[in-house]
């Protein structure tokens, strides 16, 4: 039924708490699962006096020293999947959450998306919104969802 499962995460326990849900799934219809992780880059802010290639270069090293503490921790997670003898893949990529999430579920062929929410509701929705909820109105394939606390 499932050969293909995204599972984003966001380095957080509370987004871990899918792993058990997807180890499961992945064993019981031989899976592969890939692990992404999206590195939203906060806005450039230029300060003319400070030379614009020399803040375009701190920037884009800062960038770059994230996705490479997101592939560490992916690779982490990664291997206690392949020591338990499932096939998985790691992906880290730039821009905003949830369009990276649904364009890496196309781009993979993901036959399931699979995440957990953090539960936000009533106003601390509105406010950082919901990727979850973004995933919900925007996915085109089966969504597994679990709230974690």
Known sequence: ???????PLDGSK?????????????RRFDAKVIFL???????LIMEPEDGLFNQYQEYH????????????YL???????????????????NGPVVEAII???????ADLIAAASHG????SRVFYGSVAAGI??????????????
Request: hydrophobic share 40%.
């Open 103 to 109: 364009a890496a579920a196309e781009s993979e062929n």
């Open 14 to 26: 509370r987004a871990e708490s899918i792993l058990n849900h997807v180890e499961e799934l992945a």
């Open 75 to 93: 690779a982490g997670i990664q291997g206690e999947f392949r020591e338990k003898g499932i096939d998985s893949r790691v992906r880290v990529v």
């Open 1 to 7: 039924m499932y050969h293909t499962i995204l599972v």
């Open 136 to 149: 919900l109105n925007r996915a085109d394939r089966p969504l597994l969802l679990i709230r974690s606390r």
């Open 120 to 123: 936000r509701s009533g106003l």
């Open 61 to 72: 090293e800062e960038i770059e020293a994230i996705k490479k503490q997101a592939e560490a």
């Open 37 to 43: 992780q999206v590195v939203e880059p906060s806005p």
